[in-house]
């Protein structure tokens, strides 16, 4: 069983519409969650960080963790041709000696 | 600005030919990674350093070597490259390592 799973898509959303990407994580220690944008030939960007139940909200961006489900999400509102992207969820988990672990990634289309 | 820099940004080699990336970074973190990421693949840890403490993982192959000379800079030799070692060579970067990453550009290496 991976660490990290991720709807592997592609997801295709017009312009304007709300997309939504979700994650699942096997262990219930994991205790830090992640979303990275990653461009075609470049490296990971952070988008979001959340580390507690509930929702986080970041301009355009909203994150949500849920513990109990073991599942964290990463909405998109009014999104932007610019967003398409493949999109990176990452659990961390150990002591502050741990790591993080990647999903393969969510490919994101957004269409004019 | 802080930031994660990585030489070169391409590079050739041959096989079997020994290569030499290298990793430096201005946010004076404690923790340094080294991804390698394949084409639509999560981004896979080879090690870590916490520190100078060293972290392989358990499949890291060991033609991949890593030194970390100061708290600045972080090196990955590849003794012997072959074909499968073709791939996007990511650093990274943490205050600790549960906290969030901060990724350079990479280095793509392409073996021929």
């Known amino acids: 069983q991976k660490e990290v799973e991720q709807n592997s898509g592609p997801l295709s959303v017009p312009e304007g519409a709300i997309a939504s990407l979700n994650c699942t994580y096997s262990?219930?220690?994991?205790?830090?969650f992640f979303w990275y944008r990653q461009y075609s030939g470049k490296s990971p960007e952070l988008i979001m960080s959340?580390?507690?139940?509930g929702d986080k909200e970041d301009g355009r961006f909203t994150a949500q963790l849920n513990k109990a489900s073991q599942y964290v999400s990463l909405l998109i509102r009014d999104s932007q041709p610019s967003d398409s992207a493949t999109y990176l969820c990452?659990?961390?988990?150990?002591?502050?000696?741990?790591?993080?672990?990647f999903g393969r990634g969510t490919q994101l289309t957004v269409w004019p | 600005d802080a930031m994660v820099i990585q030489n070169p940004r391409y590079q050739v080699t041959q096989f079997g030919k020994p290569v030499t990336l290298s990793c430096s970074q201005t946010l004076n973190h404690n923790v340094m990674y080294w991804y390698q990421q394949k084409s639509s693949q999560a981004p896979k840890l080879l090690f870590h350093y916490y520190d100078k403490d060293f972290n392989n993982e358990a499949d890291t192959p060991d033609n991949f070597q890593s030194r970390r000379p100061n708290t600045s800079f972080c090196f990955l030799d590849i003794r012997s490259p072959g074909l499968g070692d073709a791939a996007m060579y990511l650093c990274?970067?943490?205050?600790?390592?549960?906290?969030?990453?901060?990724f350079g550009p990479g280095t793509r290496l392409t073996v021929l």
């Open positions: 262990d219930r220690v994991s205790q830090s």
């Open positions: 990274a970067t943490s205050g600790d390592g549960l906290r969030e990453q901060f």
């Open positions: 959340i580390y507690s139940n």
């Open positions: 990452a659990a961390g988990k150990g002591s502050t000696l741990g790591r993080l672990y």
